[in-house]
């Protein structure tokens, strides 16, 4: 699309809609332009700062007009920090929004019509709902900063007090801060590879109050731990392990294989409903709680199970939609790639006494052809897939295999429209759509969505 819009000129913009990342979608004679931290409603003038072929991206200058949705932020730095990006929105809007995102792209990707769309289901208290926490340390002016990477950077905003992560982190990064500067330990500078302190990684068991504190570091030796896990001990006694993790790879992947326990349990344990799920530093588990005990009732609910059902769980993950399922079906099959997510989901089912469960390691589109192949026919399937949505083989399998009920749970509504247009055009109708808000304040969305056999 050619288009008059020029870098570094001013427009008056009227801002439409909010994009994957929260942010506001206006148009310049029908040229698309993102602005971050526009709201829907604002009517804001714009310096364009970057100009491609099918759209621009501008900063405000000047609010001409605010949104009626537009309100102050709880948060000082929630216009910088990246954990946020809708702060600045009404809550009840925000909800508003991502239904609209949903509804957008079931009918524009999908192309289907005539889905039953219900209303985002949000948060009664949408704050420190996050029972997992990972903060990059560094330093600026000989002081240790401990926060979260501005947006669209790796420069640390240094946060005192963080409104989304469970209250207790607020207490750990202000002792981890403390120790770092009284003993002048190194931190971690990702141009050099050098320096000691990485990040700290917090969890929280929301129904049994246990903390797991991480420290990841750049090498072996952690000067002065002893002080420094008696200072965490002193001040939060909940404090059930503590646990150092060793990264000495020059990458942005948060944690090393080394686990080194140098305080209680290598675990701790947290429930969803009547579940209960060991919770290690290198293990997978939803980050909020409250949320996700409402997703996976959705989950059960659209697989109507009876208990004579064989039930497909792919992309499994540690096992928690399958053992949701399981105490409802006949047998359960889970599968997933990575390694230590199956044991794991083993694990979580011998502590739970689900005997009904079996869990395969492997890429989803290689090992679910493998186990209709023996002839292992479903009677309902669950798919639960990263981002990138499902493989295509996957997709197909499933067609293969004719269960009448299938159940997709997504953290893509794009990804999730391609692949129910997929599975459309093969014989299941999408019946209805359950957005949930996992992430309240940002602009991510979960779904959980229910197909039936045309």
Same mark, same amino acid.
Do not use: W
């Given at each position: 699309? @050619?288009?008059?819009?020029?870098?570094?000129?001013?427009?008056?913009?009227?801002?439409?809609?909010?994009?994957?990342?929260?942010?506001?979608?206006?148009?310049?004679?029908?040229?698309?332009?993102?602005?971050?931290?526009?709201?829907?409603?604002?009517?804001?003038?714009?310096?364009?700062?970057?100009?491609?072929?099918?759209?621009?991206?501008?900063?405000?200058?000047?609010?001409?007009?605010?949104?009626?949705?537009?309100?102050?932020?709880?948060?000082?730095?929630?216009?910088?920090?990246?954990?946020?990006?809708?702060?600045?929105?009404?809550?009840?809007? +925000?909800?508003?929004?991502?239904?609209?995102?949903?509804?957008?792209?079931?009918?524009?990707?999908?192309?289907?019509?005539?889905?039953?769309?219900?209303?985002?289901?949000?948060?009664?208290?949408?704050?420190?709902?996050?029972?997992?926490?990972?903060?990059?340390?560094?330093?600026?002016?000989?002081?240790?900063?401990?926060?979260?990477?501005?947006?669209?950077?790796?420069?640390?905003?240094?946060?005192?007090?963080?409104?989304? !992560?469970?209250?207790?982190?607020? +207490?750990?990064?202000?002792?981890?801060?403390?120790?770092?500067?009284?003993?002048?330990?190194?931190?971690?500078?990702?141009?050099?590879?050098?320096?000691?302190?990485?990040?700290?990684?917090?969890?929280?068991?929301?129904? %049994?109050?246990?903390?797991?504190?991480?420290?990841?570091?750049?090498? +072996?030796?952690?000067?002065?731990?002893?002080?420094? @896990?008696?200072?965490?001990?002193?001040?939060?006694?909940?404090?059930?392990?503590?646990?150092?993790?060793?990264?000495?790879?020059?990458?942005?992947?948060?944690?090393?294989?080394?686990?080194?326990?140098?305080?209680?349990?290598?675990?701790?344990?947290?429930?969803?409903?009547?579940?209960?799920? =060991? @919770?290690?530093?290198?293990?997978?588990?939803?980050? =909020?709680?409250? !949320? %996700?005990?409402?997703?996976?009732?959705?989950?059960?609910?659209?697989?109507?199970?009876?208990?004579?059902?064989?039930?497909?769980?792919?992309?499994?993950?540690?096992?928690?939609?399958?053992?949701?399922?399981? !105490?409802?079906?006949?047998?359960?099959?889970?599968?997933?790639?990575?390694? *230590? *997510?199956?044991?794991?989901?083993?694990? =979580?089912?011998?502590?739970?006494?689900?005997?009904?469960?079996?869990?395969?390691?492997?890429?989803?589109?290689?090992?679910?052809?493998?186990?209709?192949?023996?002839?292992?026919?479903?009677?309902?399937?669950?798919?639960?897939?990263?981002?990138?949505?499902?493989?295509?083989?996957?997709?197909?399998? @499933?067609?293969?295999?004719?269960?009448?009920?299938?159940?997709?749970?997504?953290?893509?509504?794009?990804?999730?429209?391609?692949?129910?247009?997929?599975?459309?055009?093969?014989?299941?109708?999408?019946?209805?759509? +359950?957005?949930?808000?996992?992430?309240?304040?940002?602009?991510?969305?979960?779904?959980?969505?229910?197909?039936?056999?045309?």
């Amino acid at each position: 699309m @050619i288009s008059g819009v020029k870098k570094d000129e001013i427009y008056l913009v009227k801002i439409e809609d909010l994009g994957h990342n929260g942010e506001g979608i206006g148009k310049i004679d029908g040229f698309t332009v993102f602005v971050d931290g526009a709201v829907p409603g604002d009517e804001v003038k714009v310096k364009i700062t970057l100009v491609k072929k099918n759209y621009a991206i501008g900063k405000i200058i000047k609010l001409e007009k605010p949104s009626i949705d537009r309100i102050k932020p709880i948060c000082e730095v929630s216009n910088v920090c990246g954990g946020c990006q809708t702060q600045h929105i009404d809550y009840e809007a +925000q909800l508003k929004l991502k239904t609209s995102r949903v509804r957008a792209n079931i009918e524009r990707i999908g192309k289907l019509q005539n889905v039953m769309i219900h209303d985002t289901l949000g948060m009664e208290d949408p704050y420190h709902y996050r029972n997992k926490a990972q903060f990059p340390i560094g330093t600026e002016n000989n002081e240790a900063v401990i926060g979260f990477y501005k947006r669209k950077s790796h420069h640390i905003v240094d946060i005192k007090r963080c409104y989304i !992560q469970h209250e207790i982190n607020d +207490q750990i990064t202000k002792i981890v801060r403390e120790y770092i500067d009284t003993y002048k330990v190194s931190t971690y500078d990702e141009k050099t590879g050098k320096g000691l302190f990485r990040h700290v990684l917090t969890k929280v068991g929301f129904h %049994t109050g246990e903390i797991m504190v991480v420290l990841i570091t750049n090498g +072996q030796e952690i000067p002065h731990k002893e002080e420094l @896990i008696k200072n965490l001990l002193k001040e939060i006694p909940e404090i059930k392990s503590i646990v150092q993790n060793i990264n000495k790879k020059k990458t942005n992947v948060l944690l090393g294989r080394e686990c080194i326990t140098l305080y209680g349990e290598e675990k701790i344990v947290d429930y969803i409903g009547n579940l209960k799920f =060991n @919770i290690s530093p290198l293990s997978f588990f939803q980050v =909020n709680p409250t !949320q %996700t005990k409402v997703l996976y009732e959705k989950a059960l609910e659209y697989a109507e199970l009876t208990g004579e059902e064989t039930v497909y769980d792919i992309y499994c993950g540690i096992g928690t939609i399958s053992l949701f399922l399981a !105490q409802n079906a006949k047998k359960v099959y889970g599968i997933e790639i990575v390694e *230590a *997510a199956i044991k794991d989901a083993k694990e =979580n089912a011998r502590i739970n006494d689900i005997n009904n469960a079996e869990f395969f390691v492997g890429a989803a589109e290689e090992v679910a052809p493998k186990l209709y192949k023996k002839g292992i026919q479903a009677d309902v399937v669950v798919v639960d897939p990263p981002r990138k949505g499902c493989d295509e083989l996957v997709l197909d399998t @499933i067609v293969k295999m004719n269960p009448k009920r299938v159940v997709y749970v997504s953290c893509n509504p794009s990804t999730l429209a391609r692949d129910l247009k997929y599975l459309d055009e093969f014989g299941y109708k999408t019946v209805e759509v +359950q957005p949930v808000d996992m992430f309240p304040h940002t602009g991510h969305v979960e779904c959980c969505v229910s197909l039936k056999k045309k």
